[in-house]
């Protein structure tokens, strides 16, 4: 039976961890266990035995990291380790076999150096592989960032017909290493296809419920659920999990009963587990869910849902009648775009539009130029508007989330262009109601087109409740008896379609003086209209005045908080007038580069490059850091503002104020033996750069010799070591007690995804940092005894 066709009648039952077992087989620590396909396929094979007489009804081919990243420097193919592992699964006598497909261990732009383009083709090297060798289905896993998630889903449905799992991996505070929060990136993978969605890794079975509550409320595909053993502990130097498969099994269930259809096992889960999980539901069938319909667009960190209140799309993208934005478009002024995106959000906009469309201009190509640059300093959801199918197929190719694309008519030429893109990419898409007659005249009219887009929608496939109608508005200089007919429709829409609203507000005060007053007259009936999002202004006060005084009347706003706030500060100015001039600290801290730049000019014209560090730099990394910690932002945006440091201390290097052999003090940083994962060891690295600190860099897989050599060489006071996976945090005490037996007068802080205040412990480290940030902290303690100030 095709798979897609058994999950619906029966629980389907996955295998259990493969590196658990391969360690227990005597897997050297930080060796890539993809290369035993081909070294030692007779262990691997005894693996997937074991899980096949436990009952597993999908055996996971040992390719996890059978990237042609991580195979780069190994002397095999993607090809060749990818066709042994489906060969040695298939071999076991499993109902069905799936290709898994890992993280590729960089970090993707604009936080890392990682481009869309090459991620999805990395993907579809191991998609094509996994077709040639036979794989039933892709397991995509593991991943931390829907963005890179996005590529791989892609890659698989652009070459191949298989079904497509894809989990995402979140922490202890429900959202993902770089962010993504469970919603969102349901959102985006349901959108795009994916026949099973879920998470796995990183959390025990308890830990996981709460995310698995979301899953099961909102998700349309089945769910799919695949927790560690519990957490992980050292025990005489090796990894061990301490739930027993009893207590396993009863939060499995528990997940099952939620609605769970699709479950199995992730690091420190063993045959005894995935045995005793089938016993449990054996006769059972996945439960008839009713998720929650939501209209909902996302970033990669922000998820808008329309949820009855107002929510305003910012318009200020859109060079239609803005000579300045026309020139930034067509002379590639970016700097300029992404100052008017950051200021838009700073003044209240929940998304943004962004229009590129010129005579002049490639389209197409500037959106996918401009789209990840957007999204790189501001986190809200974005409309692509465009005219022209191909621009618009590129924003939402490269976008990192799901987009709202404006937009589609009632013509039949524009439906059968957009609507594939739409469905393709799983975006939310506003309808204009106009047809080839043009705009009907009367609120009956325009409703008509309305539900003409709708009913051509459902037949390709798009949920209702991705489908929002503009009911259109004509100036009323012109067309003044019309200018209530859009309201009129509003009011139909909404009472017999249940679809939400968009609506451009200032094109009805065009040709008349005055326009913000009519436009905020015009804007408060319609939202007694039911109006839900608008497309205006938010740098004008009087608009976004009257966006926050409907959200109190209807309740969007408790305790009307964001409405006393914006009184009780300082307003801001209209759009017309010039903005107030940012500091350089609120430079660094929106992470806007180019600004700092200049800003650091300007003040190196009265002050010192010491007290720029001191009065701006350090203070606004202080800033977002603590932001960082809270929870308020989230990597992209910490990274973000580091890069701007970066960019304004290279300013300050081409000064004479600098001398290059004075820093805070030397931290050596490594990843152990072993291990070549890097992320977390170079976000640690740019954070103590930016405060002052020199780094010194070892890199990955570095040996203890390499790590006391460097140490005692330059009397170092603090190292960083790093390590990603359980199987080589013993590599850290290994390395932790060279540097005490060679008598090395240093602290040592210890970071990682697998690691705890426990491992930390058991390893002889000084500290245990969670992130960059505690790694800050703990470089100030350990140089607190000198000159607080960073010596530059």
């Known amino acids: 039976m095709n798979i897609r066709d058994y ?31 081909m070294t030692e396929p007779e262990t691997v094979a005894s693996v997937h035995a074991a899980y096949v007489k436990a009952g597993a009804d999908v055996i996971t081919a040992n390719t996890f990291g059978s990237s042609p990243i991580n195979l780069a420097n190994t002397p095999y193919t993607v090809e060749q380790v990818v066709s042994a592992a489906v060969r040695i699964a298939k071999a076991s006598g499993a109902r069905y076999v799936a290709q898994d497909i890992g993280p590729l261990g960089q970090l993707m732009r604009p936080m890392g150096t990682l481009s869309f383009d090459e991620a999805y083709e990395a993907f579809a090297e191991q998609v094509k592989a996994g077709v040639r060798a036979g794989s039933d289905v892709f397991v995509v896993e593991t991943m931390s960032d829907i963005y890179e998630a996005k590529a791989a889903v892609l890659a698989i449905r652009e070459h191949s017909d298989l079904p497509v799992f894809c989990t995402m991996t979140y922490q202890q505070d429900g959202r993902t290493f770089v962010g993504c929060d469970p919603l969102g990136s349901l959102l985006v993978l349901e959108g795009l296809g994916a026949d099973a969605i879920g998470a796995n890794c990183s959390l025990g079975p308890a830990e996981m419920q709460n995310i698995c509550d979301i899953f099961c409320e909102y998700s349309r595909a089945p769910v799919m659920m695949q927790a560690n053993a519990g957490l992980p502990f050292m025990e005489n130097g090796e990894t061990v999990y301490r739930i027993t498969a009893d207590e396993y099994v009863r939060q499995v269930m528990l997940m099952v009963k939620k609605g769970a259809g699709i479950i199995g096992g992730c690091c420190g889960t063993t045959p005894e587990m995935i045995s005793a999980l089938r016993a449990a539901i054996n006769g059972m069938k996945p439960l008839s869910r009713n998720p929650v319909k939501i209209t909902a667009a996302s970033s990669g960190m922000k998820t808008v849902v329309l949820d009855g209140g107002v929510y305003v799309i910012g318009e200020r993208l859109n060079p239609t009648g ?141 949920p209702r409740e991705d489908l929002l109608i503009d009911c259109l508005t004509l100036t009323a200089s012109a067309q003044q008896e019309q200018a209530s007919a859009a309201l009129e429709a509003i009011k139909l829409v909404k009472s017999r379609l249940g679809l939400k609203t968009v609506l451009g507000v200032s094109n009805v005060s065009f040709g008349l003086p005055g326009r913000e007053i009519l436009n905020s007259a015009f804007l408060a009936a319609a939202f007694g209209a039911g109006l839900d999002a608008p497309i205006l202004n938010p740098l004008s006060v009087r608009m976004m005045e009257t966006v926050r005084a409907h959200r109190v009347v209807i309740n969007q706003d408790r305790d009307a908080r964001e409405y006393i706030a914006s009184l009780s500060q300082e307003t801001v100015q209209a759009a017309a007038k010039p903005e107030t001039k940012k500091s350089l600290e609120e430079i660094i801290a929106a992470g806007e580069k180019a600004k700092a730049a200049d800003a650091v000019r300007e003040l190196l014209m009265t002050k010192s490059a010491l007290e720029i560090i001191n009065t701006c730099f350090v203070p606004a990394l202080d800033r977002v850091g603590k932001l960082y910690e809270s929870g308020e932002i989230f990597l992209p945006q910490l990274l973000r503002s580091a890069e701007t440091v970066k960019a304004a201390f290279e300013i300050i290097d081409t000064t004479a104020e600098r001398p290059k052999d004075k820093t805070r003090g030397d931290i050596v940083i490594a990843t152990v033996q072993g291990d070549i994962h890097d992320i977390g060891k170079n976000i640690a690295g740019m954070m103590l750069t930016n405060y002052g600190y020199n780094v010194i860099d070892l890199g990955k897989d570095v040996p203890p010799e390499k790590i006391v050599e460097t140490v005692l060489a330059r009397s170092i006071r603090l190292v960083g070591l790093s390590a990603l996976m359980t199987t080589t945090v013993q590599n850290m005490g290994t390395a932790i007690s060279a540097l005490k037996a060679a008598g090395a007068d240093c602290a040592v802080m210890v970071g990682g995804a697998v690691l705890s205040e426990e491992y930390a412990a058991l390893v002889d480290a000084d500290y245990y940092v969670r992130d960059a940030m505690e790694g800050v902290r703990v470089a100030d303690k350990i140089f607190g005894d000198q000159d607080q100030n960073p010596k530059i």
């Not at 996955?14 to 590196?19: E, I, R, S, T, V």
């Not at 005597?26 to 290369?35: E, I, M, N, Q, V």
């Not at 618009?392 to 694309?405: C, D, F, M, Q, V």
């Open 322 to 462: 803005k000579k300045r934005l026309k020139a930034a478009i067509t002379q590639g002024d970016t700097d300029y775009i992404l100052s008017e995106a950051l200021s838009q959000k700073e003044h209240g906009a929940d998304m943004l539009d962004v229009n590129l469309g010129l005579p002049e201009v490639d389209e197409a190509a500037r959106m996918k130029e401009l789209i990840p640059e957007i999204q790189g300093i501001v986190d809200l959801p974005l409309q692509i508007d465009s005219a022209d199918p191909a621009a618009i197929e590129a924003g939402a190719r490269i976008y990192n989330g799901k987009p709202l694309i404006n937009s589609v008519s009632g013509k039949q030429d524009s439906m059968r262009r957009i609507f594939p893109v739409v469905k393709k990419y799983g975006a939310l898409i506003v309808g204009l109601t106009l047809d080839e007659d043009g705009i009907p005249p009367t609120p009956e009219g325009r409703f008509a087109v309305a539900e003409k887009i709708l009913k051509t929608a459902l037949s390709y496939g798009i």
């Open 7 to 37: 999950i619906k009648e029966n629980i389907l039952l996955f295998d259990g961890a493969m590196g658990t077992m391969l360690q227990r087989a005597g897997l050297k620590a930080g060796r890539l266990p993809d290369l035993l396909n």
